[in-house]
């Protein structure tokens, strides 16, 4: 089939990070498309529908920081918005700017071919169109593959049942019926907790608990959204000043500089404060020195018993095998106490597995649970699945997922040897995935849109991340990582997940990088700066 179009810049995704990339693209003036799989915008808020999806980003440091008059405009009505009104946004930014003309939805590429002679992408759609570019940049998402388990029966279930990735757009009714959970990360937590009331019974079907601490959400007023908009300036500033891109600061007092008594009333008060003040906030030792992590995760524990009247039951739902803040941590509203309720129940997958689902709800090697509903809050194929999906082949058609396949490697997240003129925005190994994510996601658009006037201004028709400089990135990631206690835990940030084959246990995949979102921003900026020494350029 021949070519449909060409254009100099194909953006894939129109998520958070696509509808940011393709207005900087369009106020460069180039000739820019943004092609979506969905039939839609909005990436993971598009998709995400479950009942208590919200951001646990605070709403003001999520938003976009590029345009003052939207800043001036936007009124967000909650600290962690809900996922309906984060649609609302992304849909009022996408027309305040007039982008989704350069949107094309139901569109997804399948395949994409780097052709050395012409210095081009040439892409395939699904449904077989074909067209070309002289730059991809992909805005693929880190947590956009879903990933159900991989039971026997799965499909002669009779009720209804999906994974929350895929909650369906009309409403699910819930009242008064039988509902399965499997999944206890943040998001089975959000749901876990949102449905708890509104279902006839809820059974949870946990197979490794996860620490979990306060949302403290609240309603933001008038006045306070006042103060929040004349703090702007303040607040993007101290997100790009921290290492997680919040507003959180880490405290340097020193772990062992204060006695026990002493960091206990700071853990009251940080338990009480909202989001993720509790890792970010906390003394830094917490990520590295088991002492001082195993005190903290006790503190944890301890909060955990006083909310659960079981005391059975509360010590099923906190962690033995990993340390406080050594995963991606679920922020939650009411789910411990979910579990004080007669029609919750907790199925310990490690007591009883699960053996199969049936025709009318799930067996365990215990029990068989009769449900209408099961919930598949079983996670993704994190930061490199989306780029698995598509087939990508590079220079002398080598493919890209069989460079990754036992880890990817790129240059600083952001380019991978041996693919030219393909950019990652939030690609894997950059800050992206341990970090604010839309903060990552500006950053790493603003580098990628310098690099593409760079390339226009100077006629350049070929970017190449150097081999070395790769190698020497890949090292970085793995020393960053294996600094932290996170390195022993067996979450999507190692790359582990039971329902995809290869990535069961065992082999770390050194997915994202762990070091300070500060220095990772001013190094790219000094690579600009200088050129892009790391870079061959064409
Ligand atoms: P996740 O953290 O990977 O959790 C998946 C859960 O499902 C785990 O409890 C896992 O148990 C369980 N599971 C997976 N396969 C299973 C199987 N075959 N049988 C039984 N249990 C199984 O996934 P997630 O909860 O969807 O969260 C992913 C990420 O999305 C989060 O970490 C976060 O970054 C993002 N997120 C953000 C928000 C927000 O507030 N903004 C909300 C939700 C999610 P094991 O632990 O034993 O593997």
């Known amino acids: 089939m021949s070519e449909s179009e060409h254009h100099e810049v194909v953006v894939i995704g129109a998520g958070v990070a696509g509808i940011y990339q393709i207005k900087r693209l369009i106020d460069l003036g180039l000739d820019a498309v943004l092609l979506e799989a969905d039939d839609d915008l909005g990436g993971t ?3 995400n529908r479950y009942p208590g999806a919200r951001f646990d980003s605070e709403s003001y440091t999520y938003g976009y920081s590029f345009s003052q008059e939207l800043l001036d405009e936007w009124h967000w009505k909650e600290r962690f918005s809900p996922q309906p009104e984060n649609m609302r946004y992304l849909n009022y930014v996408a027309d305040k700017f007039d982008l989704r003309r ?10 994409m071919a780097w052709d050395e002679e012409e210095r081009r992408w040439h892409l395939t759609l699904e449904g077989g169109e074909r067209l070309s570019a002289r730059f991809v940049i992909s805005c693929i998402g880190v947590l956009s593959v879903p990933t159900p388990p991989r039971y026997a029966g799965i499909e002669d279930f009779e009720g209804e049942a999906f994974h929350t990735y895929w909650w369906p757009k009309e409403p699910v009714p819930l009242e008064g019926r039988r509902v399965g959970v499997i999944g206890t990360g943040a998001t089975g937590i959000q749901v876990i907790a949102e449905i708890a009331d509104k279902v006839g019974e809820l059974y949870v079907f946990q197979r490794r608990p996860n620490w979990s601490t306060p949302l403290n959400n609240a309603p933001i007023s008038e006045e306070e959204m006042a103060e929040i908009r004349a703090r702007y300036d303040e607040i993007f500033a101290n997100c790009a000043q921290s290492p997680g891109g919040f507003e959180h600061v880490p405290d340097r007092r ?3 500089n204060l006695t026990h008594e002493e960091r206990v009333a700071f853990w009251d008060e940080l338990y009480r404060r909202p989001g993720f003040a509790i890792l970010q906030a906390n003394f830094i030792e917490i990520f590295s020195d088991e002492a ?6 006790e503190y944890i524990a301890g909060r955990i018993r006083e909310r659960v009247d079981d005391p059975e039951i509360a010590e099923k739902l906190i962690p033995k095998d990993h340390g406080f803040g050594t995963q991606r941590l679920p922020l939650e509203t009411n789910y411990f106490e979910a579990y004080n309720r007669d029609n919750v129940h907790l199925v310990d997958l490690s007591e009883s597995p699960i053996e199969r689902i049936t025709r009318t709800g799930i067996q365990t090697s215990a029990e068989h649970y009769d449900l209408d509903v099961i919930v598949f809050a079983t996670g993704f194929n994190a930061i490199t699945g989306a780029f698995d999906h598509i087939d990508i082949r590079g220079r002398d058609g080598r493919e890209l997922a069989e460079k990754w396949r036992d880890g990817p490697s790129t ?6 040897h041996g693919f030219p003129n393909l950019l990652m925005v939030a690609g894997p190994q950059s800050v ?3 970090t604010n994510y839309p903060r990552a996601i500006e950053n790493g658009v603003n580098w990628v849109t310098g690099l593409i006037a760079h390339a226009s201004d100077h006629g350049l028709t070929r970017i190449e991340a150097q081999p070395e400089a790769e190698q020497a990135w890949v090292e970085e990631v793995i020393r960053a990582h294996e600094r932290i206690l996170l390195r022993r835990s067996k979450g999507w940030f190692t790359g582990y997940n039971s329902n995809v084959e290869g990535h069961e246990a065992g082999k770390v995949r050194y997915q994202a ?9 001013a190094t790219l900026e000094a690579q600009a700066a200088e050129g892009y020494p790391e870079l061959v350029l064409e």
């Open 45 to 47: 808020w598009y998709r």
């Open 411 to 416: 240059w600083r997240g952001l380019l991978t």
């Open 513 to 521: 990088y762990f070091g300070p979102a500060p220095k990772y921003v």
């Open 254 to 256: 020193g772990f062992w």
């Open 432 to 434: 992206s995935g341990s």
């Open 292 to 297: 001082a992590n195993r005190e903290l995760s």
């Open 102 to 111: 350069h949107m094309r939805f139901n569109a997804r590429v399948v395949a």
